[in-house]
T-cell receptor, first 114, second 111 residues
Framework: EAQVTQNPRYLITVTGKKLTVTCSQN?????MSWYRQDPGLGLRQIYY???????DKGDVPEGYKVSRKEKRNFPLILESPSPNQTSLYFC?????????????FGPGTRLTVT | DAKTTQPTSMDCAEGRAANLPCNHS???????VYWYRQIHSQGPQYIIH???NNETNEMASLIITEDRKSSTLILPHATLRDTAVYYC????????????FGQGTRLTINP
């Protein structure tokens, strides 16, 4: 089944403890992206990647890192999480960056930083 | 980015067609109209998209006016599982290809 998977789905952690949220897609998609969703603010893009080894900042990249070493994986890294990174995170992928192609979203990761 | 305007909420009876309007009066000629929905806090689900012509797939139909300043998403036979927030998005051609989700329309399907 074609899908975007994220792990973990739920995570409670403490301030400063490094964590990684994984994202994987099995559709051979070139484009991948991370969003965060907060009440009243909608979905905001954190980082995106147009292909392997090509990443760029979205609208809210502070406090996050990403890497794209393989086409299928696009992990989101929080080196020193803070409470303001408590949010619902979504990974998305698309065949390419062209707006012709729809983006598919993962199920989400709910992160709580205390 | 072209701004979209949608009603905050709508109701529809189960089994009837749900028609969700969207205004995008500042859309450019090469920008696509996309529709997504989000059920509770699940990942947004792609529904349909189009550029100029009307489109139909297994989920819905998309009607775009000739001047492209507005569109309507049609769910032909709404079920209770279609209760969700529906987002109309105009996608730019260049740049980060981010999807800009506005406030959307909260559609409630009533039995």
């Amino acid at each position: 089944e074609a899908q975007v998977t994220q792990n973990p789905r739920y995570l409670i952690t403490v301030t400063g403890k490094k964590l990684t949220v994984t994202c994987s897609q099995n559709m051979n998609h070139e484009y991948m992206s991370w969003y965060r969703q907060d009440p009243g603010l909608g979905l905001r893009q954190i980082y995106y990647s147009m292909n392997v080894e090509v990443t760029d900042k979205g609208d809210v990249p502070e406090g996050y890192k990403v890497s794209r070493k393989e086409k299928r994986n696009f992990p989101l890294i929080l080196e020193s999480p803070s409470p303001n990174q408590t949010s619902l995170y979504f990974c998305a992928s698309s065949l390419s960056f062209s707006p012709i192609y729809e983006q598919y979203f993962g199920p989400g990761t709910r992160l709580t930083v205390t | 980015d072209a701004k979209t305007t949608q009603p905050t909420s709508m109701d529809c009876a189960e089994g009837r067609a749900a028609n969700l309007p969207c205004n995008h009066s500042t859309i450019s000629g090469n920008e696509y109209v996309y529709w997504y929905r989000q059920i509770h806090s699940q990942g947004p689900q792609y529904i349909i998209h189009g550029l100029k012509n009307n489109e139909t797939n297994e989920m819905a139909s998309l009607i775009i006016t000739e001047d492209r300043k507005s569109s309507t998403l049609i769910l032909p036979h709404a079920t209770l599982r279609d209760t969700a927030v529906y987002y109309c998005i105009v996608r730019v051609v260049q740049g980060a290809q981010k999807l800009v989700f506005g406030q959307g329309t909260r559609l409630t399907i009533n039995p």
